[in-house]
C-alpha cells in the first residue's frame, strides 16, 4: 500500500512563499500522477497542481499560475509544490494525492491516494 505523507504548511504574511513536500512511501508504477489540492473552509476541494512522474509534465490552476511551482525528485519518490507570491486567498488545507500508473488530472475524485494534508494560512 503506498502511503503520501505531507509536510512544509504554515502560516506566512501576503507575499511570502511556502514549500510543501510530499513524500510518497514507493511508486509501484513509473508512470503517475501527482496533484495537489486544496480545501479551505466552506468551499469545494480545488485542484492546484499536478505533474505526471513519467516525463515531468505540469499542469496548473489559472489561480496559481505563474506563482506556484510544482517539481519531482523521483530518486527519493518526494514531489514539492513551491509556493511564492502567497496571497490570503491561498489560505487553506493542501493535500496532495496519487494517480498510480495513470494520466493526470485536476478532479479530485479521480484520485484514489491521499495525504493527510497540511494547513498553509496566508495573513494580509
Known amino acids: 500500500q503506498v502511503q503520501l505523507v505531507e509536510s512544509g504548511g504554515g502560516s506566512v504574511e501576503a507575499g511570502g512563499s511556502l514549500r510543501l513536500s510530499c513524500a510518497a512511501s514507493r511508486f509501484p508504477y513509473v508512470r503517475n500522477c501527482m496533484g495537489w489540492f486544496r480545501q479551505a473552509p466552506g468551499k469545494e476541494r480545488e485542484g492546484v497542481a499536478t505533474?505526471?512522474?513519467?516525463?515531468?509534465?505540469?499542469y496548473y490552476a489559472d489561480s496559481v499560475k505563474g506563482r506556484f511551482t510544482i517539481s519531482q525528485d523521483n530518486a527519493k519518490y518526494t514531489v514539492h509544490l513551491q509556493m511564492n507570491s502567497l496571497k490570503a486567498e491561498d489560505t487553506a488545507m493542501y493535500s496532495c494525492?496519487?494517480?498510480?500508473?495513470?494520466?493526470?488530472?485536476?478532479?479530485?475524485?479521480?484520485?484514489?491516494?491521499w495525504g493527510q494534508g497540511t494547513q498553509v494560512t496566508v495573513s494580509s
Open positions: 505533474i505526471y512522474t513519467g516525463d515531468g509534465s505540469t
Open positions: 494525492a496519487a494517480r498510480l500508473g495513470a494520466a493526470c488530472t485536476l478532479l479530485a475524485n479521480q484520485y484514489n491516494l
